[in-house]
């Protein structure tokens, strides 16, 4: 028997707000221990935000970054002018995490599956795609989502043999 995207997806769904901070998404993602969740609003899914979105977001705060982490791991003692420019930098970054919205980063062009989707063919479209999770909706409403741990853990439990 064929599987279906209903068979395998993750029903109790972690969801954002879109006005949410980054700081605070971030802090609902880490507990829930995954990446990504569907942003709704007024019940409508309006989009999926993922801690890649605040990389990409935070990617030209690179330079800074790099600067703050080089400082933790630097051997050297830390001259009073470097540490001025880390506590400016860390603050900046700061104020971005805090100050952007959940809507400013996430992907609005939503690409989702149907729960009477064959796993297979879901899993050869999240590959071929690059996506690591997909929203399950039937009848504009979200279902589930479809995430690369789940496809790892039909692995894991069922094996890859065909039966």
């Known amino acids: 028997m064929d599987l279906t995207v209903a068979d395998v997806m993750t029903r109790d769904v972690t969801t954002l707000g879109p006005e ?14 995954i990446g990504a ?12 935000a993922s801690r890649s979105d605040v990389i990409r ?16 791991s630097s051997p050297f003692p830390i001259g009073l002018d470097a540490l001025e420019h880390l506590a400016r930098d860390s603050r900046v970054i700061a104020d971005r ?5 959940v809507r400013d980063i996430m992907t609005r062009d939503i690409e989702y599956l149907s729960p009477e989707d064959n796993v297979e063919a879901a899993a050869r479209f999240m590959w071929g795609e690059g996506f690591h999770h997909v929203p399950v909706v039937s009848n504009g409403r979200l279902m589930g989502i479809l995430s690369a ?3 790892v853990r039909l692995i894991g439990e069922r094996g890859l043999s065909k039966s």
């Open 20 to 33: 949410l901070s980054l700081t605070q998404m971030d802090h609902i993602l880490l507990s829930a221990k």
């Open 37 to 48: 969740a569907p942003v709704i609003e007024d019940g409508h899914l309006i989009g999926i």
């Open 57 to 72: 977001l935070l990617a030209g705060e690179q330079s800074r970054a790099e600067r703050i982490s080089g400082f933790y």
């Open 97 to 101: 995490m805090t100050k952007t919205r």
């Open 149 to 151: 741990m789940d496809l």
